[in-house]
């Protein structure tokens, strides 16, 4: 009878575990965008993405459609290529969509913002595996100030 | 002079070898043939003792250390606007660092000593020895259902503190403190990542709860079997398993999170 | 007459201080074996050494003709399932009941079903007249019915040797002649094998078939009952009476009272 208690209350105990681990899971650690089959990759290819990291989030307008992939150095012309996953569900952007690098606040985290572009006959949506042409780089704050002391002489 | 040097080679051949006295219990516990049926129903009890006893402690003092942590990250990041960085702020501390540390520091007094305790005064009343004489290995019958439990208890005790902080944190920062609940979450959602962050802490946990489950069996297996002996033993296990739990903690979080 | 146990020229030794000296000893099969002698020479250690707790320093303990220091641990385990001991507190298991902790070598070492157990525990317990206590903690158990329990828990698996440690030590009259008639009985019903370390004389004399006393590393005296009460040896007879000063000293051994007290005279 008593041990009948002790075999309760470890159930209780490891379900509440499993209850903390799914909340870490998906509420924290947000695991349900990484699911496979469900996103497709777009490329970017910027000047400098400044405090770009893997898992910034993707947005448009800001509503997040997709994670950072991975970010890698082209060997040809030493300019970062971002490869962003977008949900399937996200698959009507045209060719003539711009990406930037944006920052929430002023010291918040940094992600890319989509911009879709017009659409016509003769503009094709974009694929898998895709670059998007037009990129507009981070805003790096040295260049900035440089810029500001410079016109001002 | 002489028999000074002398005192400190005996001291240290001493120390040695209580660290193969402590392998060789580990190895009689653990790898010589685990009898997992007769050792299930064991462990399951063993969890009870230094799992969910352990329990009511850790979930106050996750909601605590959350909440505080909330307290203070707020009056700092709002001088920078960047309040919104709340959330993450939190959920980095409690998963990474807190998290296993905490856990570890309070199992170790709540769980670790009660341990040494009790099978320190197992020695002292023959149990152990009554054991054996009836052709049980009080390793495999006593010591081994102790190292299971612990082991398996202790991440689950640093998952329910994380958590828990973690609503702590929400608790004061968004409910009290008026910090937007949405980005509270979403920010911390875009910052934290599994893998890195979370099994990180998780495999933390388990260094920890493996170096305080042994220290304090160990502790009480090797105790001298009288009240001061056990009483010396007990302080001993707190306090070698809480600095084992620190210095590791140190090395595992340079080799987890200092090269990037 | 048939050996049990044969010790032969066992020495024993621990943190520097001699506890044996080429002591030899034989324990019959089927009777009683006491061994006696003064507190602190060591005859709980005897037991520990014949369970193969303790290795000798040299020497051997054969158990029907195996020896026990040089058995694999295997072995070891096999063979002390034919011999149980009971300790001197008891040693009953604190975390579960009286009824837990007889059936407790039955879990582990048959796999007999759970019924079969609970009639072999109540047994058990009936002879040595705890059935009503089955259900009860060992914490709640008095002294002399504590030692009751842990002798039913001795002989739950029917061995044939039992050892008994100091079992009268701190019991009252009345507990100690449960105990002397229990020993007695279950050696007549069971045909077992027993040996008793013990300082209590009279109690002893009363059950012992055989008697070692041992006192100052050695045996200095064996016999049956009757050849140790008409023993001329003076230590057996200060042993025996239970004078304060004898062969066996009251002084730990010290130098002399007069250059401790006064210091070293010029």
Redesign the interface.
């Known amino acids: 009878m008593k041990s009948r208690k002790a075999e309760l209350l470890v159930g209780v105990f490891v379900l509440l575990a499993i209850a903390a681990g799914l909340m870490l899971a998906l509420k924290v650690a947000n695991q349900t965008m990484s699911g496979k089959g469900e996103t497709y990759v777009l490329k970017a290819k910027f000047d400098n993405i400044g405090g770009l990291k893997v898992r910034s989030a993707v947005k448009v307008g800001g509503v997040t459609v997709g994670r950072v992939d991975s970010i890698t150095l082209s060997s040809n012309d030493f300019t970062p290529i971002v490869s962003m996953s977008i949900a399937k569900k996200y698959d009507k952007f045209p060719e003539t969509s711009s990406v930037s690098i944006l920052t929430s606040g002023l010291l918040g985290e940094q992600y890319i913002g989509l911009q879709p572009g017009f659409s016509m006959d003769g503009i094709k949506d974009l694929a898998d595996g895709d670059f998007v042409e037009d990129t507009k780089s981070a805003l790096v704050l040295e260049d900035l100030i440089g810029q500001f002391l410079f016109s001002k002489k | 002079m002489l028999d000074w040097i002398a005192g400190i080679g005996a001291a240290n051949i001493a120390k040695v070898r209580s660290f193969g006295r402590a392998t060789l219990m580990l190895f009689g516990a653990v790898i010589a043939k685990p009898q997992l049926v ?1 050792n299930v ?1 064991l462990t ?2 063993q ?2 003792v230094v ?2 006893q352990s ?1 009511l402690i850790i979930v106050v003092s996750g909601l605590f250390i959350g909440m505080v942590m909330a307290l203070q990250g707020y009056t700092i990041l709002v001088g ?3 309040e ?2 709340l959330g993450p702020m939190v ?1 980095l501390s409690l ?1 990474r660092e807190l998290g296993p540390v905490v856990t570890a520091l309070l199992f170790a007094g709540r769980a670790g000593s009660a341990l040494t305790a009790e099978i320190g005064l197992m020695k002292a ?3 152990l ?2 054991l ?6 009080p390793l495999r019958r006593i010591i081994a259902p102790r190292l299971w439990a612990g082991m398996i ?1 202790m ?3 640093t ?2 503190f ?3 902080g ?1 609503l702590g944190g929400h608790l004061v920062g968004v409910d009290w403190l008026g910090v937007d609940s949405g980005s509270y ?10 893998n890195k ?2 099994m990180n802490g998780i495999i933390k946990s388990l260094v920890f709860a493996f170096v305080i489950v042994w220290i304090a069996t160990y502790k009480g297996y090797d105790s001298v079997p009288t009240s001061e002996g056990i009483s010396k033993a007990t302080t001993q296990t707190v306090v070698l398993s809480s600095l084992a739990v620190l210095g590791l903690d140190f090395v595992l979080t340079a080799l987890m999170f200092g090269i990037e | 007459m048939e050996n049990l146990i044969e010790i032969d020229n066992l020495s024993f030794s621990r943190s520097g201080r001699t506890i044996y000296d080429n002591i030899s000893m034989r324990i019959p099969k089927g009777k009683t074996t006491a061994i006696m002698g003064p507190s602190g020479i060591g005859k709980t250690t005897m037991l520990r050494l014949m369970g193969g707790q303790l290795l000798p320093d040299s020497g051997d303990i054969k158990f029907k003709g195996e020896s026990i220091p040089n058995m694999r641990r295997t072995r070891l385990f096999e063979v002390r399932r034919q011999m149980s001991m009971l300790f001197q507190s008891g040693a009953l298991f604190t975390d579960m009941s009286v009824f837990d902790n007889i059936a407790f070598p039955l879990r582990e070492h048959t796999k007999l079903s759970e019924d079969t157990i609970a009639t072999i525990v109540k047994l058990k317990l009936q002879a040595v007249g705890l059935r009503g206590a089955a259900q009860l903690m060992p914490c709640e158990l008095s002294g002399g019915m504590a030692r009751r329990a842990a002798l039913a828990r001795a002989i739950a698996l029917d061995p044939e040797l039992i050892m008994y440690d100091e079992p009268f030590a701190g019991q009252d009259p009345i507990s100690m002649g449960v105990l002397v008639k229990l020993i007695k009985a279950l050696n007549d019903a069971l045909q077992l094998t027993s040996v008793v370390v013990t300082h209590d004389v009279t109690e002893v004399l009363t059950i012992a078939d055989y008697i070692y006393i041992l006192a100052d590393q050695k045996v200095i005296g064996s016999g049956t009952p009757e050849e140790i009460k008409n023993s001329d040896s003076p230590l057996v007879q200060q042993f025996l009476q239970g004078l304060a000063d004898g062969p066996v000293p009251f002084h730990y051994p010290a130098g002399d009272l007069q250059t401790a007290l006064l210091g070293a005279s010029c």
């Open positions: 007769k129903p399951i009890k969890i009870y799992g969910v329990l920078y606007g960047a919104g960085s959920a998963l009343t023959e149990q020895s009554s054996e004489m009836m052709a049980i290995d208890s991440p689950m005790l998952l329910i994380s958590a828990v973690i979450w979403s920010i911390m959602q875009s910052t934290v990542e599994w962050d979370v």
